[in-house]
């Protein structure tokens, strides 16, 4: 159930503080007051989600007030209270911008049955408002994929997503190895078209149970499992209107698939546990790494699926594939992580930049990211040296050879451990010890940092 911060206006000092206590049983924070005049200095000093008011208070009328805290708060839902019930008193408070009406006496079933609808509303806002961050956040990494040009292969890639981008239904199919840029290029995609105001929502279908992506994805009804205690809308919901990433699509449990080619066809589904059929305005773009065709005919992908997702299919290559792309690619992510962390660096050394160019980036483009953001925390100079990028164990240890293809590289890196290991310990570093500042930079909740200096014997 969502925490609701509540204000209770009512002049009855029993009513008042038998429905104090009551709401604060429903887990809900709670403040309150017996009239208007301490309920404007209570609103201008504090952020509430629901404002439960008294229609006849000693200094004034209800419906006055409510029109102008409306006014100043359109996002608070306000709930008039009023033993003067009539029809007329109804249809003028819901005018006036209420969110509901309750008539005294009234059960506290009812209350609680309207403050759940107004948790259920808030959810919904709270998180189309932080997908809608996401978007407005993830904006830079657009023109970050148009500096990832450095070959015609990427140019014609960009210049595909720029016409897609202009037919805002079309589902796309983004293929390629970990890292080559796949998010990336769905958020350009969806910057670029007519949804480009809308939230852009991206889960991914790997890192998270069937049960759990159907939930997220769909969302849930009251007692459609063990755990809901509440209507829940998903994903989809919180999207409408914008664009619904779906990375690692190949993860996908069968039977889910079903569900998402009725919404990629329809436009409708049903959350968990529910009757309703709820109409949805999403585009989707999917993503992998894996070899759909080989999962189709190992039974474990819907061919149907496949072909509603390959409308339009776009190959990502891999960064050893277009390595006139790394030094442009470099250069911008060391400018922008540069600036979020307030350091001034002109650029790398030319022996840095000659080892980011002669090394083979298996985690491709998030590889070379995650380099540059080392180098960036622990340079001491205007300029990053190979030292400080973390990659010259693997290019002495690397063996270069000639081939009718290309070359080719066998290396030795460390363990995904070990590499952490030494992340935290140089960014803690370079926080001076500060674990509020590490675990900022490191963009990981501060529990999650004490948790990993734990396990790794760094505390």
Not at 303 to 309: K, S
Not at 404 to 426: C, H, R, T
Request: a negative charge; charged letters at 30%.
């Amino acid at each position: 159930m969502t925490e609701l911060q509540i204000l209770l206006i009512e002049d009855d000092d029993l009513l008042r503080k038998a429905l104090f206590a009551q709401i604060q049983e429903w887990g809900h924070s709670v403040e309150a007051c017996n009239c208007l005049t301490e309920a404007r200095k209570i609103l201008s000093g504090g952020s509430f989600d629901v404002v439960l008011l008294d229609m006849r208070l000693p200094d004034g009328d209800g419906i006055e007030f409510l029109s102008a805290q409306k006014a100043e708060y359109p996002a608070v839902d306000f709930v008039i209270m009023t033993a003067y019930a009539d029809v007329r008193t109804a249809v003028e408070a819901i005018k006036h911008g209420a969110f509901d009406y309750l008539s005294k006496p009234f059960e506290n079933e009812q209350l609680q049955k309207i403050i759940r609808n107004a948790g259920s509303k808030v959810e919904l806002t709270r998180r189309v408002s932080s997908l809608s961050q996401l978007t407005i956040s993830s904006h830079n990494d657009v023109w970050c994929f148009d500096k990832m040009i450095g070959t015609d292969t990427m140019k014609k890639i960009f210049e595909k997503a720029e016409r897609i981008a202009g037919f805002s239904d079309t589902t796309v199919l983004l293929l390629g190895e970990s890292g080559t840029g796949k998010g990336m290029l769905a958020k350009t995609i969806h910057r670029l078209s007519k949804r480009a105001d809308k939230p852009f929502v991206d889960i991914n279908c790997s890192a998270l149970p069937a049960q759990l992506i159907e939930s997220e994805l769909f969302g849930y009804e009251k007692g459609a499992f063990t755990d809901a205690k509440n209507n829940k809308p998903g994903l989809l919901e919180a999207a409408d209107g914008g664009t619904v990433f779906l990375d690692e699509i190949g993860d996908m449990e069968i039977n889910l698939q079903s569900k998402l080619l009725k919404v990629i066809e329809d436009k409708e589904f049903r959350r968990l546990g529910g009757g309703k059929i709820i109409n949805v305005n999403v585009r989707i773009v999917a993503a992998t790494s894996r070899n759909l065709k080989e999962l189709i005919a190992a039974g474990k992908f819907r061919e149907d699926l496949y072909y509603r997702l390959s409308v339009v299919p776009i190959v990502l290559p891999p960064l050893r594939d277009h390595q006139s792309s790394i030094a442009p690619i470099s250069d911008y992510y060391r400018e922008r992580l540069a600036k979020e962390m307030g350091r001034t660096i002109k650029g790398f050394t030319k022996t840095a930049m000659e080892a980011l160019m002669k090394y083979s980036w298996p985690g491709n483009v998030r590889e070379l990211r995650n380099a540059v953001e080392r180098g960036v925390i622990l340079t001491n100079g205007d300029e990053i040296d190979l030292e400080e990028l973390g990659i010259h164990e693997s290019l002495s240890e690397k063996k270069i050879s000639s081939s009718a293809a290309g070359v080719s590289a066998e290396f030795k890196p460390m363990s995904l451990a070990d590499s952490e290991k030494n992340l935290i310990q140089s960014v803690l570093s370079f926080a001076e010890g500060n674990k509020n500042k590490a675990a900022d930079i490191l963009k990981i909740h501060r529990t999650t940092l004490y948790k990993k200096l734990q396990e790794y014997g760094l505390e």
